[in-house]
C-alpha cells in the first residue's frame, strides 16, 4: 500500500507520553476509535486503544509502524470514556495514558484478555447447542408434518373423525408447542432473556416533610442542569433521598453510580441499597476479588446492548467503569479527603472528576455532606452548584450536647487515667449503666507513635524516611508509615542500652487502657491495622449492639449509622489541628462534626466530649455553640485573605530525588524558572505568593527519595486553563533540559 493510501489512526498506550503514537492499519483491516489494538512501542508491545481515525500524520511515514493486531475479542473503549480520560488528564495535568492505565491497569487488561477467550469458548458453546437444539427442531417439525398427513387421510375416509383422529390432534398440539419451546430456547441462548424495566414502589423509602421538600428542590436543580448539594445535619436521612432520586433514575431507563469514600462505608449501606433495588445493585471497589470487579464491568458494558439497568455502589476508582446511560450520580460525604488519590497520576478528585463524568453523561449529580468541602459551599454561594440545606434530623432526638474538657487543666489536679480523663471515664461508666454505647476517636494508630530513650533522647527512626518508627503490639514490632517498613521491637536503646518509653497513645494503647478502666465492657478497635474479615465483623457487632465501646480512626467517624450510640468522644482532639496545612481548621471541624453526628440518631440526646489542651480554640466553641455555619464564613473570609483555594488554584510541584544535594539544587533551579514565569501574577496583591518554595514538607523523606514542594498559586479565571498549560510546558521544558525526567510530579488541587 502507498503512503497516500495508508489509514493513520493515533493510539492511548498505558504510558506517560506527552503525545499520542501514531500507527499505521495494515491493508485490509479497519478499525474504529475505541477498538483494542496490539502495537510495538520502543521495542516492547503493548495493548492500547484507538484514539482516532484517518489522522495526518506529523512525523516522516516512512518511520510509522504498522499495528501488530486489531483484537477483536476485547470490548471497545466507548467514546464517553475516553472524553472522561481527556478531560482529567487536561485538569490534573498528567498524559491521558497515565489516565487510561488507572482506568484499565494491566491486570484489568489481562483479565479482559482472558474473559474474551472465555466469551468465544462460550459462544461455540452456544452455536453447538443452537445447531442441537435446531436439529431437534427440525425432526419435530417432521413428525408434525407425518402425522398431519396421517390426520388428513384419515379425515378424507368415510369414518374419518373417529377416536383416532383426537389423539393425532392431541399429539400434533404436544408436537407444535415442544417445538416453540426450542425456539424459544435458541432465542435464549443466542441474545439471552430480554430484560424487563424495574418497577419499583415508592413506599419502600418514606421522606419526612422536610426530606420531601429538599428532594423537591433537587429535582429544580436537576432541571437547571446544576449539581445539587445538600448541606444536611448528620441523622438528617441525607440517604433516603439519595434513594429516591436513585428510583426516579432507574424507573426512567437509566443506570445510577453511588461514591462513598470508604469500603467500610459500602458494607452498611450495602444491605440498605439492596433491600430497595435488589439485585441490580454492583460493589466495586478495592476489596472486591478480581473476578467480582471483572463481572461487574462485564454487567455494566453488556447493559448498553442488552438494555439491563445497573446501581453501581463504589469508591473513587468506579468513576472509571465503562458506563452507559447514565442518569444519576451521587457522591455521598463529598468533603472527604480519601476521595483525593495522592499517588500515582492522575492524582484526581473523585468528587470533581464525578461533576465531570455527569457532565459527559447528561447525568444529574447530587452531592451530600454534613459538612460540605469549602470547595462547595462556595460554589454554591456562587451559583455554580444549587446548595440545600437539611437542617432537621430524621428522628427527633436534639443535636448532641457538646462538652469541651481541658486535659491541662485535669493533669495539674491529677484528673487524668492515662489518656482518659476521669471526667470523661465517669461520662462513659454511665452510659454503660444504662445499655448504651460508646465510641472513641483516636487519629492516630498503633500503641505509641513514638519511641523515645529518657537518657540520651534517642528516637528510632526509619531508614527510608524522615519520620518516627511507632510500636505496634500483638506482635511487637516497629513501623513506619508512610512507606511500611517493618522492624523487630527491641526495647533497649542502641546508644545507652537504657529501657526506651512510648511518647504518646495510638488505638492500641487506647483500647488497652479502657479494657483495664471498664473490665466488664465489649471492646473493639478499628482502623487499619484490623483485618478485612474482622473490620466488617466488627462495624456489624457494633450496630447490633454486642459491642459496647468501639476504639478507632477517622475512619469510625465517617457514615455510619449505629442506633443504640448515645456517646461520642475525642482523645488528643490537638492532633486533629497540629499539621502544616491551610486546611486544618476545616478538616478539624469537619472530623469533630461528623463523629458528634454518630451519636445520639434516634429518640436520646447524645453526648459529644472532647479533650483537648487548647479549649479556646475557635473550632471547639463554634462547634460547641453549635455555630459552624460562622466558622464556614470565618474560613471563606480567611481563604479570600490570604489567596487560598476556593478563590485561587494551587499546585504543587515536587521534586524527589534519592540525593538530597540533587533534591535542592534541581528543585531551586526549577523554582527560580517558574519564578520568572508566574512571577507577576498578583502584581495587586503584595501579600499572595505566586511562586512559594522550595520548602521542606512535613514528611521530607519518604521511601528513600528526599523532597522538596514548590506551591504555584493560580488566579481562578479564564486564564487559567492556560496558565496550566504553560506550567506543564514548562517543568516539560525542565526535565528535557537537564535529564530529570521522573523526578517531578504535579499535584492540582492538593488535599
Keep these: 500500500m502507498s503512503g497516500k493510501d495508508r489509514t493513520y489512526i493515533s493510539v492511548i498506550l498505558p504510558l506517560r507520553l506527552d503525545w499520542i503514537p501514531c500507527y499505521g492499519v495494515p491493508e485490509g483491516e479497519e478499525v474504529l476509535p475505541g477498538d483494542w489494538v496490539r502495537v510495538d512501542f520502543a521495542g516492547r508491545e503493548y495493548l492500547g486503544t484507538v484514539d482516532k481515525t484517518g489522522i495526518v500524520p506529523d512525523t516522516e511515514q516512512a518511520r510509522i509502524k504498522d499495528i501488530v493486531s486489531a483484537e477483536r475479542r476485547l470490548w471497545p473503549v466507548s467514546e464517553e470514556e475516553r472524553r472522561l480520560w481527556e478531560a482529567v488528564a487536561d485538569y490534573y495535568l498528567c498524559s491521558t495514558g497515565e489516565v487510561f492505565k488507572a482506568a484499565y491497569p494491566t491486570m484489568k487488561i489481562s483479565q479482559a484478555e482472558a474473559l474474551a477467550r472465555m466469551q468465544e469458548r462460550e459462544n461455540a ?71 424487563e424495566r424495574h418497577l419499583f414502589q415508592d413506599a419502600a423509602i418514606t421522606l419526612t416533610e422536610y426530606q420531601q421538600k429538599t428532594y423537591m428542590e433537587a429535582l429544580k436543580g436537576f432541571r437547571e442542569h446544576k449539581p445539587v448539594l445538600i448541606k444536611g445535619v448528620t441523622g438528617s436521612g441525607k440517604t433516603e433521598i439519595y434513594l429516591r432520586a436513585a428510583m426516579e433514575t432507574l424507573s426512567q431507563g437509566k443506570n445510577v453510580l453511588y461514591l462513598v469514600p470508604e469500603i467500610a462505608v459500602s458494607r452498611q449501606l450495602k444491605d440498605r441499597i439492596q433491600s430497595v433495588f435488589g439485585d441490580i445493585l454492583l460493589t466495586f471497589h478495592s476489596e472486591e476479588s478480581n473476578a467480582a470487579r471483572r463481572d461487574t464491568a462485564e454487567k455494566i458494558r453488556k447493559s448498553g446492548t442488552e438494555g439491563s439497568q445497573y446501581f453501581v455502589l463504589g469508591t473513587r476508582s468506579a468513576i472509571f467503569l465503562p458506563h452507559t446511560r447514565l442518569g444519576l450520580i451521587i457522591v455521598d460525604e463529598e468533603h472527604d479527603s480519601s476521595y483525593k488519590q495522592s499517588s500515582p497520576a492522575p492524582r484526581y478528585n473523585g468528587r470533581d472528576v464525578a461533576v465531570m463524568l455527569a457532565k459527559i453523561h447528561g447525568a444529574d449529580i447530587l452531592l451530600g455532606s454534613a459538612t460540605p468541602s469549602l470547595e462547595s459551599v462556595f460554589n454554591g454561594h456562587c451559583g455554580k452548584y444549587r446548595m440545600l440545606t437539611l437542617g432537621k434530623r430524621y428522628y427527633k432526638a436534639d443535636e448532641a450536647e457538646t462538652e469541651i474538657i481541658d486535659t491541662a487543666a485535669e493533669r495539674r489536679k491529677n484528673g487524668m487515667a492515662g489518656s482518659f480523663s476521669r471526667k470523661l471515664a465517669d461520662r462513659i461508666r454511665e452510659t454503660l449503666e444504662c445499655g448504651e454505647q460508646v465510641l472513641i476517636l483516636r487519629a492516630r494508630r498503633a500503641f505509641s507513635p513514638v519511641m523515645q530513650c529518657p537518657s540520651c533522647g534517642y528516637i528510632p527512626k526509619c531508614p527510608h524516611c524522615n519520620v518516627s518508627l511507632s510500636l505496634h503490639k500483638s506482635p511487637d514490632r516497629m513501623v ?28 492500641q494503647k487506647i483500647e488497652e487502657e479502657a479494657a483495664s478502666l471498664f473490665p466488664g465492657a465489649r471492646i473493639a ?58 486546611r486544618a481548621d476545616e478538616k478539624a471541624m469537619q472530623a469533630l462534626e461528623q463523629l458528634r453526628g454518630r451519636c445520639g440518631r434516634r429518640d436520646k440526646r447524645g453526648r459529644f466530649i472532647i479533650q483537648t489542651c487548647r479549649p479556646g480554640h475557635p473550632v471547639y466553641r463554634q462547634l460547641a455553640d453549635g455555630s459552624s455555619d460562622l466558622l ?4 471563606l473570609l480567611e481563604r479570600k485573605e490570604f489567596g487560598y483555594p476556593p478563590f485561587t488554584r494551587i499546585v504543587n510541584v515536587a521534586v524527589k530525588d534519592p540525593s538530597l544535594q540533587k533534591a535542592e539544587d534541581m528543585s531551586a533551579r526549577l523554582a527560580s524558572i517558574l519564578e520568572q514565569t508566574f512571577g507577576n501574577n498578583y502584581p495587586e496583591q503584595m501579600n499572595i505568593e505566586t511562586v512559594a518554595g522550595p520548602f521542606s514538607p512535613p514528611v521530607d523523606r519518604v521511601a528513600g527519595y528526599n523532597i522538596r514542594i514548590i506551591r504555584l498559586t493560580l488566579k481562578k479565571d479564564r486564564n487559567l486553563h492556560d496558565a496550566k498549560r504553560r506550567l506543564s510546558a514548562t517543568v516539560a521544558a525542565f526535565e528535557r533540559q537537564y535529564r530529570y525526567a521522573g523526578h517531578i510530579t504535579l499535584d492540582v488541587d492538593p488535599d
Excluded: N, W
Design 125 to 195: 458453546r452456544k452455536e453447538r447447542l443452537s445447531e442441537s437444539l435446531m436439529l431437534k427442531i427440525q425432526k419435530t417439525e417432521d413428525m408434525i408434518r407425518k402425522k398431519k398427513q396421517m390426520l388428513s387421510e384419515k379425515r378424507d375416509r368415510p369414518a374419518g373423525k373417529g377416536k383416532s383422529c383426537e389423539i393425532l390432534e392431541a399429539s400434533i398440539a404436544r408436537l407444535e408447542e415442544k417445538a416453540g419451546q426450542l425456539r424459544l430456547k435458541i432465542e435464549e441462548t443466542r441474545h439471552g432473556c430480554r430484560p
Design 480 to 507: 513506619c508509615h508512610h512507606c511500611g517498613y517493618t522492624t523487630a521491637f527491641r526495647p533497649e536503646c542502641p546508644e545507652c542500652g537504657t529501657a526506651l518509653y512510648g511518647i504518646g497513645s495510638g488505638t
Design 632 to 635: 464556614y464564613e470565618t474560613l
Design 525 to 582: 478497635r478499628l482502623d487499619s491495622d484490623t483485618p478485612k474479615t474482622l473490620a466488617a465483623e466488627t462495624i456489624k457487632g457494633f450496630g447490633t449492639g454486642s459491642i459496647d465501646i468501639l476504639i478507632g480512626t477517622q475512619i469510625i467517624s465517617k457514615g455510619f449509622d449505629f442506633p443504640g450510640l448515645t456517646l461520642t468522644a475525642v482523645i488528643s482532639a490537638d492532633s486533629l489541628l497540629g499539621v502544616q496545612d491551610f
